[in-house]
């Protein structure tokens, strides 16, 4: 057995080894000066995000009936991000295509992120800048809407996926961190959150959740009533026959 064989094994012992844990653990009194400051000094700094997000609460609110408005006509939301703004992004998808916190009928939005197959084999063949770009011209048709969420508004998938976007007609809306900033210039419109990054992203979610109150009461502003206990799954959007596809026709 050679010597770098045996520090694997041994560090793979090691490893495997739980550590000592005290005799008795640290009940709810138990506070380290430290861990508690740095909690403290992180929670005081959700603040000025709140403070950013409220100064621009109407811009939030437009976006919510405007998305309505779309939606309801037939159109599409595509949604974009990288790490934790890619959560937040399938987030947002995720309570338009299941509900917020009514029953309503459920809507197209697609989070670009989650499709890995498509992302990977992008990635893979024209590299990851384009793994967003690529999919907004798959997918995206006059007059929907892409929402790109980055806390730095520096990455470059999501600047091609906005200069894409707009030679589609398609309304681009950015939800940043401090601006100014390159995805915020290069968007329709932007929302920027004058906040330290885990705390702009953390009102990314609060934003969002905003948006969904205003669209869920403009949804509900046009729409028919839902009865209690009826399935919404397979209901026409308001103002759609039967099948469930624009007037006129569906998307080409």
């Known amino acids: 057995m050679t010597a770098?064989?045996?520090?694997?094994?041994?560090?793979?012992?090691?490893?495997?080894?739980?550590?000592a844990l005290p005799a008795a653990m640290p009940g709810a009194a138990f506070v380290d000066p430290a861990s508690a400051d740095a909690v403290r000094i992180h929670l005081d700094n959700v603040l000025p995000?709140?403070?950013?997000?409220?100064?621009?609460?109407?811009?939030?609110?437009?976006?919510?009936?405007?998305?309505?408005?779309?939606?309801?006509?037939?159109?599409?939301?595509?949604?974009?991000?990288?790490?934790?703004?890619?959560?937040e992004a399938q987030h947002l998808t995720a309570e338009l295509v299941g509900r917020f916190d009514?029953?309503?009928?459920?809507?197209?939005?697609?989070?670009l992120h989650a499709e890995s197959s498509a992302v990977t084999a992008i990635a893979n063949d024209y590299g990851y800048d384009d793994v967003f770009a690529r999919q907004v011209r798959a997918h995206a048709r006059s007059g929907d809407v892409l929402m790109l969420l980055s806390t730095s508004g520096k990455s470059p998938n999501l600047l091609r996926a906005a200069e894409m976007a707009s030679r589609l007609n398609v309304t681009t809306w950015a939800l940043t961190g401090a601006g100014p900033n390159p995805l915020a210039d290069a968007c329709d419109e932007a929302v920027m959150i004058d906040a330290l990054n885990a705390n702009a992203q953390e009102g990314h979610l609060i934003a969002l959740?905003?948006?969904?109150?205003?669209?869920?009461?403009?949804?509900?502003?046009?729409?028919?009533?839902?009865?209690?206990?009826?399935?919404?799954?397979?209901?026409?959007?308001?103002?759609?026959?039967?099948?469930?596809l624009p007037q006129g026709g569906g998307r080409p």
Do not use: Y
């Open 4 to 19: 770098e064989w045996s520090l694997k094994e041994a560090d793979l012992r090691a490893l495997a080894t739980p550590p």
């Open 49 to 87: 995000a709140l403070d950013s997000l409220r100064s621009q609460s109407g811009r939030l609110a437009a976006w919510g009936v405007e998305l309505a408005q779309r939606l309801l006509r037939g159109q599409r939301l595509l949604a974009a991000g990288n790490g934790g703004s890619a959560a």
């Open 102 to 111: 009514g029953e309503r009928v459920p809507f197209s939005a697609i989070s």
């Open 209 to 244: 959740h905003a948006l969904c109150r205003a669209f869920d009461m403009e949804v509900g502003r046009r729409s028919p009533a839902v009865p209690a206990g009826v399935p919404t799954s397979g209901m026409p959007k308001a103002g759609l026959p039967a099948t469930g």
